[in-house]
């Protein structure tokens, strides 16, 4: 860290940020900014806000080395911390702690400790503008209302077909010929399959206990359990998917393998539905010195940053394709998440430069 902090870019760099809250923008794009000044003006190695839940902090915005920690759970500080590695300073909007702001730094001091609170304030701010946490919470998504629209309307489909086929079986069986009828049966086994696992994803997201299944963890080679997992995909998504650009070794993850097909069904089928057809998915893996990671990055329609973290609720539904279509429940992302967090993981999403979105999971290392 340098030996004071940047005043000159800290001046303008505050003007310019309340010019934009003047001028009625809020959410991540703000915050971003805040996370980007506090790590130019105070020459960290990288800077991090983390956004408050009742029951855990979750890191929203980041920049430098704290870009790997976006998505990751964090507990609650009581007090702003100032150590010889990092600082954490608190955010208050009125009376309230909204999140805390992260600097990884050498060695903090007070002068340090002074502008990072500054830089906390604004962050708050941000928050008395907007009235609001960042992202804004789903009102509706506890409904049973919403659950039974959304269960329905999911369900109609698979068992439409399934039935249209049954009956077309058992009323035109010696007329359809051998061919046809393995057709039939073929499209019955197969929206079978795409109901078992909607009724599954279904019944995960409205369990309360916090839990999924799986197996227990243990540790496990990321590059040959997502060769396992996506050979398990169905053939239109598994043409889609560019699986060449693995590293040669990488070291074990830890965590439940058998879940990783889950995780990439969700992430390859969500890339599917928002990309065209003729562009590629790419997923790519690597590693840091705590965590083995893997991305899914698609060229698709791509997402706003202030919906990064709306994307994993439950319910949540996207902007529409061009074609005017939003498919799905809004749950693959949501359970997603709670498959990766169960084993100590995290999973964060971000607008793809040039045009598309990414993805990436991470696994503690073994």
Not at 154 to 172: F, M, Q, S, W
Request: glycine share 10%.
């Amino acid at each position: 860290m340098p030996d004071g902090p940047d005043y000159t870019a800290l001046t303008r760099g505050q003007l310019a940020l309340v010019q934009r809250i003047n001028a009625g923008e809020s959410g991540l794009a703000v915050l971003n900014e805040v996370v980007r000044l506090a790590h130019a003006v105070l020459g960290a190695r990288g800077a991090g806000f983390a956004e408050y839940a009742p029951a855990q902090g979750r890191f929203v915005a980041a920049c430098g080395t704290y870009e790997m920690s976006l998505g990751r759970r964090v507990e609650h500080v009581d007090a702003d911390v100032l150590t010889g590695e990092e600082l954490i300073v608190r955010c208050r909007a009125g009376d309230r702690v909204v999140g805390a702001l992260y600097v990884s730094a050498g060695s903090p001091g007070p002068e340090q400790h002074v502008v990072a609170g500054m830089l906390a304030a604004t962050i708050g701010t941000v928050f008395q503008v907007r009235g609001s946490s960042v992202p804004v919470p789903v009102a509706a998504q506890e409904d049973r209302d919403l659950f039974v629209a959304v269960t329905s309307h999911e369900l109609r489909t698979p068992v439409t077909v399934i039935k249209g086929y049954a009956d077309t079986l058992a009323n035109h069986w010696d007329s359809l010929g051998e061919q046809g009828r393995r057709e039939a049966v073929r499209v019955v086994g197969a929206r079978a399959g795409e109901l078992a696992r909607l009724v599954d994803r279904l019944l995960a997201a409205t369990s309360d206990d916090g839990e999924t299944q799986g197996s227990p963890p243990g540790p496990f080679d990321m590059v040959d359990a997502l060769r396992g997992a996506a050979a398990e995909l169905p053939e239109d998504l598994r043409r889609r998917l560019v699986l060449d650009e693995f590293p040669a070794e990488l070291p074990k993850a830890f965590g439940d393998r058998e879940s990783l097909a889950t995780v990439l069904t969700e992430l390859s089928t969500n890339a599917d539905k928002y990309s065209p057809a003729e562009t590629e998915v790419t997923v790519t893996a690597g590693a840091d010195d705590t965590t083995v990671m893997f991305r899914v990055a698609d060229r698709g329609i791509g997402i706003r940053p202030e919906h990064a973290e709306l994307a994993f609720e439950r319910y949540w539904q996207g902007e529409p394709d061009s074609a005017g279509r939003n498919p799905g429940a809004g749950l693959g992302l949501y359970l997603v998440r709670r498959t990766v967090e169960r084993q100590h993981g995290w999973v964060s999403l971000r607008p793809r430069k040039g045009g598309g979105t990414v993805v990436e999971v991470r696994f503690p290392r073994a």
